[in-house]
């Protein structure tokens, strides 16, 4: 156990700022020119981010947890000694909006450069692609949906959420670190797709549509699934310009799943 960690009996300390008081957007811009910050909850997802090549900046983690789950956290920082450690009692990090869901452990991590689609795909036969998904939960659950069914990358167009934004590491669980994901090029993204070779397949709802379990895409070798926003679907022109358009069936009138529901059900099919 590290004999520099920091004891606190209020979180009224400037260090402390980033975990109750800094916005998303304001973490995300802290450190410029250089890249910001995010936070990571949860020995589990903290260890997740650790072995990705994370490096963190900060951890603050209740003094009831030192011999329990942070324990294990604590010795990996051994690594980074610059990263100061905070111990509260649980009581004090209780006042912080949604603690008691963070099991008694924060991490203030450092982000990395994003790589770019061409990088990050290079080699990959499935990807996803979500076009303005811009709920933090969804964009957590797809994620999550991504890695467990087998797909090779994740790609955002600019109107996405961030998937570091605290709520959709949470929702993921640490699965955010567990498969490639960047950020597409504004205005060029089913360009971008068709120059690494990839077959696009809109997920909409349209008239003039595949089954899912059409024998045309499973034998495509590259497909890029692209899943709309949560209101509207994908863009008229997405869909347009994409190479399939499939829809899922649906039973008793419902029209539609929810974008994370249908993310796990098409990765499913078209992953096999």
């Known amino acids: 156990m590290r004999d520099d960690m920091i004891f606190v009996d209020s979180l009224d300390v400037p260090e402390l700022e980033i975990y109750h008081v800094l916005s998303e957007n304001r973490l995300y811009h802290i450190n410029e020119p250089d890249e ?78 994003l790589k770019s689609a061409f990088e990050v795909c290079e080699g990959a036969k499935r990807v996803a692609v979500l076009e303005n998904v811009s709920n933090p939960t969804n964009v957590g659950a797809i994620m999550r949906n991504a890695a467990a069914l087998n797909m090779d990358a994740v790609l955002f167009t600019k109107g996405s959420s961030d998937p570091l934004y605290r709520r959709a590491i949470r929702v993921s669980m640490g699965t955010v670190f567990q498969i490639p994901w960047t950020f597409l090029t504004p205005d060029r993204e089913i360009e971008e797709l068709r120059e690494m070779g990839f077959k696009t397949v809109a997920l909409a709802l349209s008239d003039n549509t595949l089954d899912i379990d059409d024998k045309r895409l499973a034998d495509e070798d590259k497909l890029a699934i692209l899943l709309g926003s949560e209101g509207y679907g994908l863009k008229v022109e997405t869909i347009k310009n994409s190479d399939y358009c499939v829809k899922i069936p649906m039973a008793h009138g419902v029209d539609s799943l929810n974008v994370a529901a249908c993310s796990a059900v098409t990765f499913w099919e078209l992953q096999k």
Not at 52 to 70: D, I, K, N, T
């Open 36 to 113: 910001g910050l995010f936070i990571a909850e949860s020995a589990i997802v903290v260890g997740r981010a650790l072995d990705a090549g994370y490096e963190p900046f900060s951890l603050l983690v209740a003094e009831e947890e030192l011999e329990r789950e942070a324990k294990e956290i604590i010795t990996r920082l051994e690594k980074f000694p610059l990263a100061k450690i905070y111990v509260a009692k649980e009581e004090v990090l209780k006042k912080i909006t949604g603690y008691n869901i963070t099991r008694g452990l924060l991490c203030a991590m450092k982000r990395k450069k």
